[in-house]
C-alpha cells in the first residue's frame, strides 16, 4: 500500500499567514505559523506585535509590505552611522574584496561608488584609479572622510553626498559604477539602475552586490515575515532578483555568491544603454523598454 505520509515542512503543510491593519500611527501584524509534522502532530504558534506604519501597497521590488522613502531611509543609517563598521563591516568585506577585486580597475579610471556608506571599501581600490563616492547620509559619510584622510586617500577619492537615484553627474562620466549593498535600500531601483547606466560610459560595466530574496523554504519565509518592518530595518528582506533583473533591463554577464554562506550575490553587468532606444534627449533621458516602477514619485535616497 502506497504511504502517504507528509514530508516535514512540505510547502503544502508550512502556512505562515500575516492580518495587517492600518493605525493611526502604526501597524499592528498579528502572525500565525502552523507547522505540521508526520503523523499529525502540528505546533501553532501566534505572535502580536507593533510596528511603525507603512504604505499598504506593494512597493517597486518587494513581494509585499512597506515601502521606503528618503526620510526612513535617512533615519535609519543616522541611527546606524556610530556603530555601522561594527554591524556590517567583517559580515560585509568579503563582498567588498570580492567587487574590487572583479572590477579590474585600470590605472587612470574613474569609478562611482554608490551608497559608499561609512567608507569601509575605499582602502581597497588600486592607488591610481580615481574614486567617487555618494552617500545620503551625512552622517556615515563623516565616518568615510575620516577613514580617507587617515588612509591618505585625498588626492584620488571624493566624497558627496547625493541621492542614488538624482545623481549630479553629467553622461558618460565614469567608467565602471559600483552599488554594495544598495538595491534592496533605495525606494525606486529601476531609477538607480537607469542613473547609473546614464553616467556609466557606454561598454562600461556595473558591479552589484546585494542580498536577494532566498530560494529556501524557511529562509524565504522568514524574510517575507521581515518584509514589513523594510521602514525599521532600512532595506528590504524580500527583494527579488529575477524580478529586479527584468524591470532595470540589466545585461548581466556573470553572477556569483559572496559573504557567509554565498547569502549575497555578485552582479557584473555590461553597460547596455547604446542597444536600448531612448526617448528624448540629454541627460536623464530614460530607456525604452525599461520599466519606470514609480519613478515619478519624488527624489529619493541612496544608502548608505
Known amino acids: ?41 502540528t505546533i501553532r504558534t501566534d505572535r502580536r506585535y507593533v510596528a511603525p506604519a507603512f504604505c499598504g501597497r506593494k512597493d517597486n521590488h518587494g513581494k509585499g509590505g512597506s515601502q521606503l522613502d528618503i526620510e526612513a531611509i535617512q533615519k535609519v543609517y543616522r541611527r546606524y552611522a556610530r556603530r555601522y563598521d561594527l554591524y556590517f563591516g567583517a559580515l560585509f568585506q568579503p563582498g567588498r574584496k570580492a567587487v574590487i577585486e572583479r572590477m579590474g580597475c585600470m590605472p587612470g579610471e574613474h569609478i562611482l561608488e554608490v551608497g559608499v556608506g561609512t567608507g569601509l571599501s575605499l582602502p581597497l581600490y588600486p592607488s591610481r584609479v580615481h574614486v567617487t563616492g555618494i552617500d545620503i547620509s551625512a552622517e556615515m559619510l563623516e565616518r568615510a572622510r575620516a577613514r580617507k584622510e587617515r588612509a591618505g586617500l585625498d588626492g584620488t577619492i571624493e566624497l558627496r553626498v547625493m541621492d542614488a537615484e538624482h545623481l549630479e553627474f553629467a553622461d558618460n562620466s565614469f567608467d565602471k559604477v559600483v552599488a554594495m549593498y544598495v538595491a534592496s535600500v533605495v525606494p525606486h531601483p529601476v531609477r538607480l539602475v537607469s542613473e547609473m547606466r546614464r553616467v556609466c560610459k557606454p561598454g562600461g560595466e556595473f558591479f552589484i552586490v546585494n542580498h536577494f530574496h532566498s530560494a529556501n523554504l524557511l529562509v524565504g519565509g522568514v524574510e517575507s515575515m521581515l518584509a514589513p518592518l523594510s521602514r525599521l530595518l532600512g532595506f528590504r528582506p524580500d527583494f527579488p532578483l529575477d524580478r529586479f533583473v527584468e524591470e532595470t533591463g540589466l545585461e548581466v554577464v556573470a553572477r556569483q555568491p559572496v559573504n557567509l554562506f554565498g547569502y549575497w550575490t555578485l552582479l557584473r553587468a555590461r553597460n547596455n544603454k547604446e542597444a536600448l532606444p531612448r526617448i528624448g534627449a540629454g541627460e536623464g533621458a530614460r530607456l525604452r523598454g525599461v520599466p519606470l516602477g514609480g519613478l515619478e514619485a519624488g527624489k529619493v535616497a541612496s544608502k548608505g
Do not use: H
Open 1 to 41: 500500500m502506497e504511504d502517504n505520509k507528509p514530508a516535514l515542512y512540505s510547502k503544502d503543510l508550512l502556512s505562515i499567514k500575516w492580518r495587517a491593519r492600518l493605525r493611526t500611527q502604526a501597524v499592528c501584524i498579528s502572525t500565525s505559523r502552523e507547522l505540521c509534522f508526520p503523523y499529525g502532530a
